[in-house]
């Protein structure tokens, strides 16, 4: 049972436009969502993150959004580079419980920005 | 402050063999979770330390153990090693009232 999905294996965009990386979960005990990116044998990087009171949270040139009644949330990257090549992981926390440091990942999604 | 850290970077080992693989977190910070990344199965929960004590285990076989230092420093160990337990490890720390989590750059581990 895949609690976190993120449904597209790959983006592949024109530099300096908009990515939208989205990302759907089923579990609604989940009350804090992350967004990290990862280069291939490394581990991932914290990029931005949402509790559930919010909507919206912004940072820099990244964006995310959440739809709690859609289980639904999305992080924008305006406007793209190529350095932001890499994979990107959604994950969902239980933090008002008893999760205890155990984020559930998404698959992750593939971003290629061509110069 | 210095990121999290982990040792080795790269594991080579057998079927049947064990394997402790080791992690220090950001300084300050006392929970330490593991993960382990495989191609098919993705992203995992292996467990979370915090204080000492494990508050939280996923769904591993009881080969993977863990155990967390007075410094904060945790260690995993996978006993009798199968090849389907290669992988890369990840261990991520994260401080106290905050919910982000900083991973380490991992251990690729390969069963041979």
């Known amino acids: 049972d895949q609690q976190v999905k993120q449904n597209s294996p790959s983006l592949s965009v024109q530099e300096g436009r908009i990515s939208i990386l989205n990302c759907d979960y089923t579990?609604?005990?989940?009350?804090?969502f992350l967004w990290y990116k990862k280069y291939p044998a490394e581990g991932p990087t914290f990029l931005i993150s949402?509790?559930?009171?919010?909507d919206k949270n912004e940072d820099g040139r990244f964006t995310v959004f959440l739809n709690k009644s859609a289980k639904h949330l999305s992080l924008h990257i305006v406007p793209s580079q190529p350095g932001d090549s890499a994979v990107y992981f959604c994950?969902?926390?239980?933090?008002?419980?008893?999760?205890?440091?155990?984020?559930?990942f998404g698959q992750g999604t593939i971003l290629t920005v061509h110069p | 402050k210095a990121g999290v850290t982990q040792t080795p970077r790269y594991l080579i080992k057998t079927r049947g063999q064990q394997v402790t693989l080791s992690c220090s977190p950001i300084s300050g910070h006392r929970s330490v979770s593991w993960y382990q990344q495989t191609p098919g199965q993705g992203l995992q929960f292996l467990f979370e330390y915090f204080s000492e004590t494990q508050r939280n285990k996923g769904n591993f076989p009881g080969r993977f153990s863990g155990r967390q230092f007075s410094n904060s420093r945790s260690e995993m160990n996978v006993s009798t090693l199968e090849l389907g337990d290669s992988a890369l490890y990840l261990c991520?720390?994260?401080?106290?009232?905050?919910?982000?989590?900083?991973f380490g750059p991992g251990t690729r581990l390969t069963v041979l």
């Open positions: 579990n609604s005990m989940f009350d804090y």
């Open positions: 949402i509790s559930s009171i919010k």
């Open positions: 994950a969902a926390d239980n933090a008002g419980g008893t999760s205890y440091g155990k984020l559930t």
């Open positions: 991520a720390s994260r401080g106290l009232g905050h919910n982000e989590q900083f």
